[in-house]
């Protein structure tokens, strides 16, 4: 499998001088089985870029595109992907939905004229759209599984398998506390039932779902100093990215969803205490900062 990063910042895209190393669109991450295949892990503003390089090759397209959530920053990508507005293409959509929304509401509403020009019925590109809640399908020869995390409304974490090797991909989650989870409104009632009735601790649920990974991207938007003053926002700090990749196993963590407000010099300075942090605490995992056009093979 070979992954490569379009969007990696969190909430709104940022470009500036502040941004150019890290980057400074929303979410979007680029996996390839062995075979080409093609999955894309959400459609944030890194989208755009990809489906540029897309459509380089002249090609038809067939691609899932995973949604972790219908927050703006993961799909307002979307409009503005060529290959969706080329006929013979193909694109399966996958993520969740309520019972007042569907997940082609979600991403149409986006769409309406009131706010852009082209409507999703408008697009050449074959879309089929699917919902999942916890569960395991294939895509191709390959193997994914779901898993709620704690984000506000709803969020979904995919974790990929094929031929051996496995990428988690869980781009907002916060730590679940049970007593603050009872004091927000802003979440699913069925979701934070879910963590509530677990035994132990509730975040067991993240550790199991990454356990062995070779490869776990996930959400990293602040330091542990930020985030008490950030509590409910749906989001982790750096030390509990570090321990769900410590109890998980992982072979490689990569620190992902930027927090808008952090230059690439702060995100220097969070990876390197976050390695600090590895050989203190004598973790066996390697560390990286998710950066756009970084590649990673497996």
Same mark, same amino acid.
């Given at each position: ?162 031929? &051996?090797? !496995?990428?988690?991909? $869980?781009? #907002?989650?916060?730590?679940?506390? %049970?007593?603050?989870?009872? +004091?927000? /409104? ?74 808008? &407000?952090? !230059?690439?010099?702060? $995100?220097? #300075?969070?990876?390197?205490?976050? %390695?600090?942090?590895?050989? +203190?605490? /004598? ?16």
């Amino acid at each position: 499998m070979r992954l490569v990063f379009w969007g990696t910042r969190g909430s709104i895209s940022t470009p500036g001088k502040q941004t150019v190393r890290y980057g400074g669109n929303t979410p979007c991450v680029e996996l390839r089985l062995n075979n080409e295949q093609l999955i894309i892990l959400d459609a944030g503003t890194g989208l755009r870029n990809l489906g540029e390089k897309l459509i380089e090759g002249g090609k038809s397209l067939k691609a899932h595109i995973l949604i972790s959530h219908p927050h703006w920053d993961h799909i307002q990508g979307f409009p503005f992907f060529k290959p969706a507005f080329i006929s013979g293409n193909e694109f399966t959509i996958i993520g969740g939905e309520t019972d007042r929304v569907s997940l082609q509401k979600m991403i149409s509403d986006q769409m309406n004229k009131v706010y852009f020009p082209v409507q999703l019925n408008e697009l050449k590109a074959t879309l089929k759209f699917r919902q999942v809640g916890e569960e395991e399908f294939s895509i191709g020869d390959a193997r994914v599984q779901t898993l709620f995390v704690n984000h506000p409304t709803f969020a979904i974490g995919y974790r990929i398998a094929h031929k &051996g090797k !496995s990428v988690v991909y $869980i781009s #907002d989650n916060e730590p679940f506390d %049970r007593r603050v989870a009872q +004091t927000l /409104r802003n979440v699913d009632k069925q979701i934070v039932d879910l963590y509530l009735r677990s035994t132990g601790d509730p975040n067991q649920r993240i550790y199991d779902f990454v356990k062995n990974a070779d490869v776990l991207i996930h959400d990293t938007t602040y330091t542990p100093e930020e985030y008490v003053d950030r509590v409910g926002w749906g989001h982790s700090h750096y030390l509990f990215t570090l321990d769900v990749a410590a109890q998980g196993k992982v072979k490689q963590l990569v620190l992902f969803h930027h927090d808008p &407000g952090h !230059s690439d010099e702060k $995100i220097d #300075d969070m990876l390197k205490k976050c %390695r600090n942090e590895i050989r +203190t605490r /004598r973790f066996h995992f390697e560390c990286v900062a998710a950066m756009e056009g970084m590649e990673i093979k497996l």
